[in-house]
């Protein structure tokens, strides 16, 4: 157990800017380690938006609450991931080799597609969110961060790291079942959750309808995405991962909003 804490320290730390405490003797093949605790990490950030949109929303219009609850998953991880999907939006659309690509993806300045690629991004996340019912929008925050890390875990145990350094290599190594299962768990417990309730307060008709709604946009942009990167760089980098979790996090929002219209 003193182990698997350490490797959910790690994965907090090395993920978001929460502060953990110093642990001794680390070494970076211990995030090899952490992939399982990926999605819980998701799970706290969700957390910490939904707190603090419930708190903004006593004091601000809805779409101030969604912009602050943005705001603080922004700040409290870096802008990690969404540096990540603009890098691969350069990468992939500026280069016309493997090489360049990943050449432009290393680069520090951003680029229009990156700058595209960004603005996008956030405005999906802050439309989709200030039209959601507020009954469901703390679910969809927590649901949306948890499932969008596992997305990228997935594509961790399905394709190859494809750099010899990178900020992504620490964490290369091919994920192993048992990691899988626990990142599984983290990962589908909020959503399957919401089903679960579903089938209890209404029907199991009502909670097949939910997942199959909700759950297809995030199998589908998931597969798109992960074919567009093997195609393009036969395998994944640490900004292609970032890039899954964004474009995940928002399909979830799409598909809520569709079972909401479909209700």
Not at 93 to 106: A, D, K
Request: one cysteine or more.
């Amino acid at each position: 157990m003193k182990l698997q804490w350490r490797y959910f320290l790690l994965a907090v730390g090395f993920f978001t800017r929460f502060p953990v405490p110093s642990l001794p003797d680390f070494k970076e093949s211990d995030l090899n380690q952490a992939a399982r605790y990926f999605p819980l990490v998701g799970l706290l950030v969700g957390l910490l938006a939904a707190v603090v949109w419930w708190l903004a929303s006593w004091l601000f219009n809805p779409a101030l609450a969604v912009l602050c609850s943005m705001a603080a998953t922004i700040l409290c991880t870096g802008a990690f991931h969404e540096d990540g999907l603009a890098d691969s939006a350069d990468g992939l659309g500026g280069g016309m080799s493997r090489e360049r690509q990943l050449e432009i993806m290393q680069d520090s300045r951003l680029g229009s597609y990156g700058a595209i690629a960004l603005v996008g991004i956030l405005l999906f996340k802050f439309e989709a969110l200030s039209v959601l019912a507020p009954a469901i929008l703390p679910f969809a925050l927590i649901a949306g961060h948890a499932l969008s890390r596992l997305a990228a875990v997935y594509m961790m145990a399905t394709a190859r790291y494809v750099r010899a350094t990178g900020k992504a290599k620490p964490l290369a190594t091919t994920p192993s079942r048992q990691d899988i299962v626990y990142a599984s768990v983290f990962g589908l417990i909020c959503w399957l959750g919401f089903a679960l309730m579903l089938a209890v307060n209404q029907s199991a008709l009502s909670a097949v309808h939910f997942l199959l709604i909700t759950g297809l946009p995030v199998l589908a942009v998931g597969y798109w995405w992960r074919q567009l990167v093997l195609r393009h760089l036969q395998g994944y980098t640490g900004d292609t991962l970032g890039a899954m979790q964004q474009l995940t996090e928002v399909a979830l929002y799409l598909g809520l909003l569709a079972w909401e219209r479909l209700l």
